[in-house]
């Protein structure tokens, strides 16, 4: 989702308040200005109408001080709750979400359309921030046993160009965790290993969970 730069409402604040806020706050914006930071936001953590206000307000707040705020998205009770509704049931291999066909179209319906929107749309049509392959899962206690757990991912590398620009131009990236394979085939990817990865290849200097 592409998010304009919105005013944060502090006329309910002191002004002596405000001043120790700022006093603060400003080691903090002198060391990251200018930095990358990367911010995984879970589906469990979108649940509550007003954290999810105070998390919009904060990343928000982040950019216009001068610091370059990227988030990554899960969706895992979203996506529980669409899969109820269509009467099947989430199947989980050691906290690995086996995903077949029909789990991968309500996992990108659920992540790039009711989660969010714009971003995705523009990366896909891109050809792909994040490219990926099958993931081969080996079993935990058997590591000869392989697990299908279906249309899920393995990142194979990641184009940060998309999201460099998206910066540029003064927007705030919001990702969804779905890689592209070869052939064009869609993958579910864990948000926190797309987090991981992006922070690395953008060099961010911080990466928060």
Do not use: C
Not at 5 to 24: G, T
Not at 73 to 81: F, K, L, R, T, Y
């Amino acid at each position: 989702m592409n998010t304009p730069h919105q005013a944060v409402d502090v006329s309910q604040i002191a002004p002596r308040e405000k001043a120790e806020i700022l006093s603060q706050a400003l080691p903090y914006i002198r060391k990251f200005h200018g930095k990358t930071l990367v911010i995984k936001y879970g589906g469990n953590a979108m649940t509550d109408p007003s954290l999810q206000q105070d998390f919009a307000e904060d990343v928000v707040l982040l950019k216009l001080v001068g610091m370059n705020p990227i988030v990554v998205h899960g969706g895992g009770p979203q996506i529980d709750e669409a899969l109820t509704r269509l009467g099947k049931k989430g199947t989980f291999i050691q906290g690995m979400r086996v995903t077949d066909e029909e789990t991968m179209e309500v996992v990108e319906w659920v992540l790039a359309g009711q989660v969010q929107q714009d971003i995705v749309g523009l990366i896909r049509r891109d050809g792909g921030l994040i490219r990926a392959h099958k993931l081969k899962m080996a079993d935990k206690d058997d590591p000869k046993k392989m697990h299908d757990v279906g249309q899920v991912g393995e990142i194979t590398g990641i184009d940060p160009s998309v999201v460099k620009a998206l910066q540029d131009d003064q927007f705030i990236p919001v990702i969804s965790p779905i890689g592209f394979g070869e052939e064009g085939e869609s993958y579910n990817i864990n948000a926190d290993l797309v987090a991981s990865k992006l922070a690395t290849v953008l060099r961010a200097e911080k990466l928060m969970l």
